[in-house]
């Protein structure tokens, strides 16, 4: 079955770069029409749909973050990256990467992984 | 940006019996609702879809209805695994917004 696996560095430091990788088993990125997404929680706070890709590579980002944000795919690896540039207390969160279908919602997920960012 | 409302913040029930749980969307969403349940140290797991359908393998017991801006969630017969944490998430509108969630605890 398809599984998603997030990794990337525990901690970042404030103002630099957050970047995280999503590794997808099971199934091929390209193959259906799926859109790959971030999507983050902050401690105590509401889950926020940073973005996603769709699997022919156009990318639609959440107002919110996106002059910060990038997000791409690497269908050698079977990956999808997230870049968060500047970044600073407010990015901490937990991470995690989804699996978008058009008409209904996001139906798998990885795991999820904590970033803090510190000054 | 549409405000994704859930009530109660939290539900006590008993096992055994039946909790509804309630969602309200700021503006119109049609039927792009769904809902998730998150158990402790979990990912999120996709439920209802299109407001009333059952995701692959959710049990009957979990029913979805509503549409535009009144949605609920509606589960029967509660057992242990279900006490956790419920979103309900539109994806009717960009960005797509998550409610802050209801937590089902045992009473």
């Known amino acids: 079955q398809v599984q998603l696996q997030e990794s990337g560095p525990g901690l970042v430091k404030s103002s630099e770069t957050l970047s995280l990788t999503c590794t997808v088993s099971g199934r091929s990125l390209t193959s259906g029409s799926y859109y790959w997404s971030w999507i983050r929680q902050p401690p105590g706070k509401a889950l926020e749909v940073i973005g996603y890709i769709y699997y022919t590579g156009s990318t639609n980002y959440n107002p919110s973050m996106k002059s910060r944000v990038t997000i791409s795919l690497d269908t050698s690896k079977n990956q999808i990256s997230l870049k968060v540039r500047s970044v600073t207390a407010a990015d901490t969160a937990v991470y995690s990467c989804a699996r978008g279908v058009v008409t209904a919602a996001f139906d798998i997920w990885g795991q999820g992984t904590m970033v803090t960012v510190s000054s | 940006e549409i405000v994704m409302t859930q009530s109660p913040v939290t539900l006590s029930v008993s096992p055994g019996e039946r909790a509804t749980l309630s969602c309200r969307a700021s503006q119109s969403v049609s039927s792009d609702l769904a809902w998730y349940q998150q ?69």
């Open chain 2, 39 to 107: 158990r402790p140290g979990q990912a999120p797991r996709l439920l209802i879809y299109g407001a009333s359908i059952r995701a692959t393998g959710v049990p009957a017991k979990f029913s979805g209805s509503g549409s535009g801006t009144e949605f609920t969630l509606t589960i029967s017969s509660l057992q242990s695994e279900d006490f956790a944490l419920y979103y309900c998430q539109q994806y009717n509108n960009w960005p797509y917004i998550f409610g802050l969630g209801t937590k089902l605890e045992i009473k």
